[in-house]
């Protein structure tokens, strides 16, 4: 059952532009928001984070954007770069583990 | 390095055999994480462990499948006799302490191919 959801698995954008990514969620009881950037034969690594008393988070070109009554969180990535393709995972924390989405693959064209 | 170390990279093994994957967490980090992902699948829980305990195995196969994480030495994910599809990469994270508000941090993951 897949409590995380990204519904685009890509997403293509020129250099310069804002790239949108999207996730929602089923599970309330979920309240720590988290996305991780993956490249090709790499772990994931931490991006940007959100506590659900907030609805937005904010670190240099990246933007989360929490609706908790939509069940819904976005990134944004102002302006994009080419260094900024990768795989992004949403991911909601309970107590123990954290639920990841099936990525979104960005690709930001020169 | 005092990041999340994994070895190996990358397994082969034949049906039948065991994979043993080893995660060494980061440096003072005694909350260790296993996830698996299936080629165009997103991350997917399998296991928490502290330090000699297992805190939630609610996403780890039933059969065949262990961890554990010893008081010395590295968290150690185990697969006995593999099948074709437990080829997959398996990654480990850390962290400092169990919180809601606590980010985990990866290890490069060790590629498993079940010939």
């Known amino acids: 059952d897949q409590q995380v959801k990204q519904n685009s698995p890509s997403l293509s954008v020129q250099e310069g532009r804002i790239s949108i990514l999207n996730c929602d969620y089923t599970n309330s009881m979920f309240d720590y928001f988290l996305w991780y950037k993956k490249y090709p034969a790499e772990g994931p690594t931490f991006l940007i984070s959100i506590s659900s008393i907030k609805d937005k988070n904010e670190d240099g070109r990246f933007t989360v954007f929490l609706n908790k009554s939509a069940k819904h969180l976005s990134l944004h990535i102002v302006p994009s770069q080419p260094g900024d393709s990768a795989v992004y995972f949403c991911?909601?924390?309970?107590?123990?583990?954290?639920?990841f989405g099936k990525g979104t693959s960005l690709l930001v064209t020169p | 390095n005092a990041g999340v170390m994994q070895n190996p990279r990358h397994l082969v093994r034949r049906r039948g055999q065991e994979a043993r994957l080893r995660c060494s967490p980061v440096k003072g980090h005694s909350h260790v994480y296993w996830y698996r992902q299936l080629p165009e699948e997103g991350l997917k829980f399998m296991v928490y462990l502290q330090k000699e305990n297992i805190i939630d195995e609610s996403g780890m196969p039933k059969e065949r499948f262990s961890a554990e994480f010893p008081k010395e030495g590295p968290s150690i994910l185990r697969i006995q006799q593999v099948v074709r599809g437990d080829s997959a990469a398996y990654f480990c994270?850390?962290?400092?302490?169990?919180?809601?508000?606590?980010?985990?941090?990866f290890g490069s993951g060790t590629q498993l191919s079940v010939l």
């Open positions: 994270a850390s962290s400092p302490r169990q919180g809601r508000n606590e980010k985990l941090f």
């Open positions: 991911a909601a924390k309970t107590w123990s583990a954290l639920n």
